[in-house]
């Protein structure tokens, strides 16, 4: 660390919702007061602990947390090394991490007398996870969902129908999350007056990146105390995939002022970082704008955003949350990257090895610390997010393997 | 005096006219505007991710990227535009992306190297005015800024400090193309944006019909039209300049025949 190191690093964003250079408020004046009062409530809804009360009970009684943090054996002793624990987050209700941040926002919408809901979904989890709460609370849901997407991941199309929820098919671009929530801005603008948009990942215009942080921040809330709990120490680094870095922030933002603790965010390297078919924002992309905030981005010379590619249609996103690119300006955070193949190969060692089926995302988590644990002592610890169960990926990942279902 | 101030001393109101860059023929668009009687001209730089505008400017930007088109050239039918017509306004709009992807300078250095008049970018919010704002007003450039019906009073001076040639009001929360609002209410907000401000005011946002355009030039100082020229483009394409040119006469004739309504 130079001597420039911030005091604390979980300070931040500042007063204008600026992470360094990185996060800000990039939206159509349309969106601006409303982004504005969003702030406000937020702030009312941090000093109120009643939301807190609510926000955590739900939390305990409806998603089924805390989640439990589980010490991986079999998987430890095949990669020979450090001591593998997972925070479980797969089994959550909807089964996958989402669900924090969805049951968060859902009761600020109510709090600001929004009446309909709206969200953008990749894979399929946030928006599973948004149809879910909608249900809950009875407000109906609109989740625009990239055409590609819809195919890719058909078994979490159907779910959300019949939790209630209009899902919409969007064609422009390669029919993926960007375009997805480009066309979910676009009926926000529009319907601004009675409209609340849940935003799936921890970016877009202030306050969502620092919201959304912090009611993910409870996975990493759980996992430091629980391991606290069982071991009596700290983890010696704690791994988390990236495409928007939702789950990623989540347990890293608890863990930024423990210097011993080393944190990796993994991004979708696709077919590979030396081509253009891969995801990795931080380690291919340039500071710029895109969906409200200022973070690493996808583009080329002009400032056009280039596609992302992933397996994992959670990860193919070509931004990545501001919090994160100031984290990896500051050097607190590594970044590195698994490609397709690695992730392929991570998700069948872990059903393997300790009878779990992950999702594609994770599998990238995974895939790193197959890479790094071998080479760690015995007695250090590992800590990754189990971010989400791979039951909605086996026909991706059967298709990949070239097995007939 | 600026291009678009002595435009907007006109003793008529201004007609202000939207095309995409780089889709079609983008030279013979513009004249065809200009001859139809556009006051002031506004070309938008396409983008991959149009947020804010609907299906027909999003097939624009989709088709002039499809084409190829980069920020070189989008910066070339400026300057070529400003050869051919000395005196008519031109004004970039698009998104904060592709303007400040080699800084904020070399986009000012460029726009007044090509003779650009005003930039209006529709994701900077008045919040995040240092990513461009200075470097355009250090060029003489205006940072056109929008308004909408969501803008409060107490939000307007905030929108207007640093806002330059002239106020663009949305006049529908909304994407571009498609509902268009009730006259009444774009009456009272520009008298209330008027209030705040002695810049001129230029409405826009599903303005398709010259009756329309009439109505709205009645109580505004401009009249913007977007969508239902790209429309022309996208049906047209090679043949399209004769098309935009009556259309463009027709809304010419009803604005710039409305009374204005603060002369």
């Given at each position: 660390?130079?001597?420039?190191?911030?005091?604390?690093?979980?300070?931040?964003?500042?007063?204008?919702?600026?992470?360094?250079?990185?996060?800000?408020?990039?939206?159509?004046?349309?969106?601006?007061?409303?982004?504005?009062?969003?702030?406000?409530?937020?702030?009312?809804?941090?000093a109120d602990p009643a939301f807190q009360e609510e926000f955590d009970d739900l939390l305990e009684h409806y998603v089924g947390r805390p989640s439990p943090l589980y010490f991986a054996p079999r998987l430890t002793e095949e990669l020979g090394g450090a001591q593998i624990w997972f925070k479980r987050d797969e089994l959550n209700h909807t089964g996958a991490h989402k669900i924090n941040n969805c049951i968060g926002q859902i009761l600020l919408a109510i709090r600001m007398g929004k009446t309909r809901i709206i969200a953008e979904t990749g894979a399929g989890q946030h928006g599973v996870a948004t149809a879910t709460v909608c249900a809950r609370f009875g407000l109906p849901c609109v989740v625009y969902m990239g055409a590609e997407d819809v195919r890719r991941q058909s078994p979490n199309v159907f779910r959300m129908?019949?939790?209630?929820?209009?899902v919409r098919p969007v064609t422009a671009g390669r029919g993926t999350l960007k375009d997805a929530m480009n066309e979910a801005l676009r009926d926000w603008v529009a319907n601004v007056h009675d409209t609340f948009y849940i935003i799936g990942t921890a970016a877009g215009p202030h306050p969502y990146p620092e919201l959304v942080r912090d009611f993910q921040s409870v996975i990493g809330k759980e996992a430091r105390a629980q391991l606290l709990d069982r071991t009596g120490r700290l983890p010696d680094l704690a791994v988390a995939a990236i495409?928007?870095?939702?789950?990623?922030?989540?347990?890293?933002?608890?863990?930024?002022?423990?210097?011993?603790?080393?944190?990796?965010?993994?991004?979708?390297?696709?077919?590979?970082?030396?081509?253009?078919?891969?995801a990795a924002s931080l380690a291919g992309g340039f500071p710029g704008v895109l969906h409200g905030n200022?973070?690493?981005?996808?583009?080329?010379?002009?400032?056009?955003?280039?596609?992302?590619?992933?397996?994992?249609?959670?990860?193919?996103?070509?931004?990545?949350?501001p919090e994160h690119a100031w984290l990896k300006e500051t050097g607190r955070v590594e970044y590195t990257s698994a490609t397709d193949t690695e992730a392929l190969q991570a998700f069948q060692l872990l059903c393997r090895t300790e009878g779990i089926?992950?999702?594609?995302?994770?599998?990238?988590?995974?895939?790193?610390?197959?890479?790094?644990?071998?080479?760690?002592p015995k007695d250090a610890i590992i800590l990754a997010n189990l971010c989400g169960r791979g039951d909605k990926d086996i026909f991706t990942v059967a298709e990949a393997l070239g097995v007939e279902m | 005096?600026?291009?678009?101030?002595?435009?907007?001393?006109?003793?008529?109101?201004?007609?202000?006219?939207?095309?995409?860059?780089?889709?079609?023929?983008?030279?013979?668009?513009?004249?065809?505007?200009?001859?139809?009687?556009?006051?002031?001209?506004?070309?938008?730089?396409?983008?991959?991710?149009?947020?804010?505008?609907?299906?027909?400017?999003?097939?624009?930007?989709?088709?002039?990227?499809?084409?190829?088109?980069?920020?070189?050239?989008?910066?070339?039918?400026?300057?070529?535009?400003?050869?051919?017509?000395?005196?008519?306004?031109?004004?970039?709009?698009?998104?904060?992306?592709?303007?400040?992807?080699?800084?904020?300078?070399?986009?000012?250095?460029h726009c007044a190297a090509a003779g650009v008049d005003g930039v209006i970018c529709v994701d900077l919010a008045p919040e995040e005015d240092p990513d461009l704002g200075p470097a355009l007003r250090d060029k003489g450039i205006a940072l056109i800024r929008l308004s909408t019906p969501t803008t409060s009073d107490a939000r307007?001076?905030?929108?207007?400090?640093?806002?330059?040639?002239?106020?663009?009001?949305?006049?529908?929360?909304?994407?571009?193309?498609?509902q268009s609002a009730a006259i009444a209410d774009i009456e009272a907000n520009v008298s209330r944006i008027k209030r705040h401000t002695a810049l001129p005011v230029a409405v826009g946002f599903g303005v398709r019909e010259p009756e329309q355009a009439a109505e709205i030039a009645r109580v505004a100082d401009g009249v913007v039209v977007g969508s239902a020229l790209v429309r022309l483009v996208e049906q047209h394409g090679t043949h399209a300049p004769r098309h935009l040119r009556d259309l463009t006469a027709r809304l010419a004739k009803a604005v710039h025949s409305a009374r204005k309504a603060n002369p």
């Open positions: 660390m130079t001597e420039n190191t911030p005091n604390s690093f979980r300070n931040q964003p500042d007063e204008r919702g600026h992470f360094g250079q990185f996060g800000g408020r990039y939206v159509a004046e349309t969106l601006m007061p409303l982004i504005l009062d969003l702030e406000k409530e937020y702030r009312r809804a941090q129908k019949l939790l209630g929820a209009e495409g928007g870095g939702s789950n990623a922030i989540g347990l890293f933002h608890p863990f930024l002022d423990d210097p011993s603790v080393k944190l990796l965010g993994v991004e979708a390297a696709g077919k590979g970082l030396h081509g253009e078919e891969h200022k973070t690493y981005l996808l583009q080329d010379e002009d400032g056009q955003i280039t596609e992302g590619h992933s397996i994992s249609a959670g990860l193919d996103y070509p931004g990545i949350g089926i992950p999702a594609l995302e994770p599998s990238h988590a995974i895939a790193a610390i197959a890479q790094r644990a071998a080479a760690m | 005096m600026t291009r678009l101030a002595t435009t907007f001393s006109a003793p008529h109101p201004a007609l202000v006219c939207f095309i995409t860059a780089g889709d079609g023929d983008t030279a013979a668009n513009l004249d065809a505007l200009v001859e139809g009687g556009a006051d002031v001209i506004e070309l938008g730089m396409p983008f991959t991710d149009p947020m804010a505008d609907g299906p027909a400017i999003q097939a624009a930007n989709i088709r002039s990227l499809g084409a190829g088109t980069t920020t070189a050239e989008v910066l070339r039918h400026a300057a070529e535009f400003r050869q051919r017509h000395p005196q008519v306004p031109l004004v970039l709009m698009g998104y904060a992306n592709p303007m400040i992807r080699r800084g904020p300078d070399w986009f000012a250095d307007l001076p905030d929108v207007l400090d640093g806002s330059g040639g002239f106020l663009y009001y949305v006049s529908v929360a909304g994407i571009t193309g498609l």
